[in-house]
């Protein structure tokens, strides 16, 4: 019987983000095609491991039979330098990077050299590095070093869901993602400010778990700017799809997205976007469903969002242009099969 694939991931496998949420899906997907994986969770300190975490982790590659496929999250494999070069002489190793840990917003100037050292060295040792965007495997060849024929491109899968009809009221501005700087809340939340004139209202459905003090820096932000009223912070919720369906226009102001599943689904439920060019969502986003700014700049996001919420009509073209642009992503069920390839091909 051929040995099963390892997935190694961090942390709890059922945390609500986009990189998590791919993981489980592919698990689900390639387990449905007749694939063997074991799932072995690593411990969560990743990206920032203790001492004591990394000789956990070491212990627990030991004990992976010789000869398997271990695809390893980007959330660790780039913080294990050492043991990937330690393992890839007797393990097939894939990395799987959302987006390089070093362009994760907030970091310090060493934080981020460091990262990028760490990163770039176990990437040398990876048979296989799977990204979920042309942009990030574009990123990983100019400034990691790694080879072109060593990067397999893997996008994301996409829910196809049933169009839906949206009626005349105050039009509902939704945010998705965890509450941290990179996400661009402040932008968002800013901008919203100075559209005070203008009848919406917005929910921003996300955690605060992984940056606390951030999250409690934005709540502080929407009672400062006087949205108090307007603006609600809902938490992590048990499926997206009601909040989607429920929403008339999807703003999310991200100063750099690895691939952005957010974005895709707000296609998948026909959502008018307002967003930004960081990182690979224009590659998701086209023209035609939605707006996009440069990061980080709250007056053009101001501007994007005043022009959504104040024309119904334009609303209706970006939703039409959404749902035309989602029948292009691939399912859930492409994407693993894709994935599949990959690991079939690395083992020859």
Known sequence: MSRPVVFAIPGDLQTRTGGYGYDRRMIEELTALDCRVQHIPLPSGFPDPSKSEIAATTRLFAAIEGGSTVLVDGLAFGALPDLAEAEAVRLDLIALVHHPLSLETGLTADRV??????????????????????????????????????????PPGTDRRPVRSRQEHIPLILAVGSLIPRKGYDILIEALGTLQDLVWTCRIVGSADMDPSHAAELEALVTQVGLAERVLFAGSVDGLAAEYDAADIFALATRYEGYGMVFGEALAHGLPIVGTTGGAVSDVVPDSAGILVEPADACMFADALRRMISDSDLRSRYAEGARQAAQRLPSWRDSAIALKDVLRRSKQ
């Not at 048979?127 to 100019?142: A, D, N, P, Q």
């Open 113 to 154: 050299a460091k990262l990028k050292e760490d990163e770039t060295h176990a990437l040398r040792f990876a048979r296989c590095v799977v990204v979920t965007s042309s942009e990030t495997g574009r990123i990983l060849t100019r400034d990691f070093d790694v080879p072109r024929d060593r990067i397999a491109v893997v």
